[in-house]
């Protein structure tokens, strides 16, 4: 077994399902093998909710402490955030935003993809 | 190698806005996938979208289906799933 790179990508509301925090378990779990699998967590479509900065995390703080130790930060899709009126300064100090064309391009570049 | 973005639906107006950027993509429709809303692929048209010939007829779906959208049985499927990188949002 080899190292992969390993793209999640979350298209959920935040709240009301499991989606958002089930993933995020996911994929510290991928992170924790032996084969130290790397990933990317893209948040896209009303799955950038999530990246809101008064967002109540008690359900997922564990798993997205231990991507801040590891300086992951939650990828946040531009014109996702655009269409929902949702600017920068309402987000998370541990989100990074990129455009379209980037999510397009970790997609495509991943050994795999994970929905959630 | 191609890219076979696997669809179902509740993925698929996030998934069909990335595969319509990718210009080395392929789409499959699997399961409740073959209700999606394709208007996003409509920058795309050369691009190949099939559905599982199973879920089309299950839900009704053969004579409204959007013609760009092939069906296959799941032999090509797995044809398909061998043949190419997969992209998962089913």
Redo the contacts between chains.
Sequence with gaps: MATKHVVF?F??LPYGTVYYAEGLRAAVGVTSGIDEHTVDLVY??D?VHFAVKDLDRTDSARYLATFAKQGVKLKVEKE?LAARNISAADLADDTEIIS??D??DL??R?D????F | MSNLYLIDQPFASNALAIAADDSDALVVLIQDGVYADLTPLAKQNRLPVYGVAKDIERRGLGKRLEKTVQPIGFDKLVDLIIDHKVINFA
Excluded: E, Q, Y
Excluded at chain 1, 112 to 115: E, K, P, Q, R, Y
């Design positions: 990508t298209n959920h896209l479509g799955g996702s379209h064309a999510a397009v997609i495509k991943a795999l993809t994970i929905a």
